[in-house]
């Protein structure tokens, strides 16, 4: 008994110094998938590499992992210069540890309503050799005829469950109807761009 306690008591101040010279905070600074734009450095969309010709492997797998720490990735061609990823939703200020929203305003914007972000990311040769890297951040509102649980009513005017079964066939292709495109998310594409240009 006396044994443990005196273990206990040793433990505690080893957790506490852990935690204070930076096993438990310090990769969190370097995390590459928090969104912190400098606002004093804009870069140029796209943003030119000046590399040579040989280098395109590694342009394109730089810009796919950089892409691939904020975004899931759901097509890429390495001939083509593309990489396409799927939508994600935006988080709020319910959840700040998820990233996503790079400052206030969007994460309040995002509390208040269901917005989502998707990437497009072209890679194409310049002209005197390097490659320019555009990277587009779409930005979309849900629109819903009325609110999702909503409750008001339910018991009252309930439906009968039918049996038909009505089949929807899902073609990547089909516009979706009830997301609003808002336009760029530019505070977006520049923090992945600073990023790009800080591996480049």
């Not at 008591?9 to 110094?17: D, E, I, S, V, Y």
């Not at 097509?75 to 929203?101: C, F, H, M």
């Not at 509102?141 to 609110?147: A, R």
């Not at 909503?150 to 109807?177: K, L």
């Amino acid at each position: 008994m006396g044994s443990t306690i005196r273990l206990l008591k040793l433990a505690r101040p080893t957790l506490a110094l852990a935690i204070l010279s930076g096993c438990a905070s310090g990769p969190l600074l370097d995390n590459p998938v928090v969104l912190r734009p400098d606002p004093n450095i804009n870069v140029e969309n796209p943003l030119y590499i000046p590399l040579g010709p040989p280098s395109y492997g590694l342009v394109y797998e730089k810009v796919l992992d950089v892409i691939s720490n904020y975004f899931e990735v759901s097509y890429e061609n390495r001939y083509d210069g593309r990489i396409v990823t799927y939508p994600r939703i935006a988080p709020g200020l319910e959840q700040p540890w998820k990233p996503g929203s790079p400052d206030f305003g969007q994460r309040l914007e995002a509390t208040l309503q269901t917005l989502r972000h998707r990437a497009e990311v072209s890679i194409q040769p310049a002209p005197d050799g390097g490659y320019f890297v555009q990277v587009d951040v779409y930005k979309e509102l849900e629109d819903l005829p009325k609110p999702i649980r909503s409750t008001a009513g339910a018991a009252t005017f309930r439906d009968p469950i039918t049996i038909e079964r009505q089949y929807e066939v899902v073609d990547p292709t089909i516009f979706e109807s009830n997301w609003i495109p808002l336009g760029h998310n530019v505070i977006m594409e520049q923090a992945i761009l600073q990023r790009l240009k800080k591996c480049l």
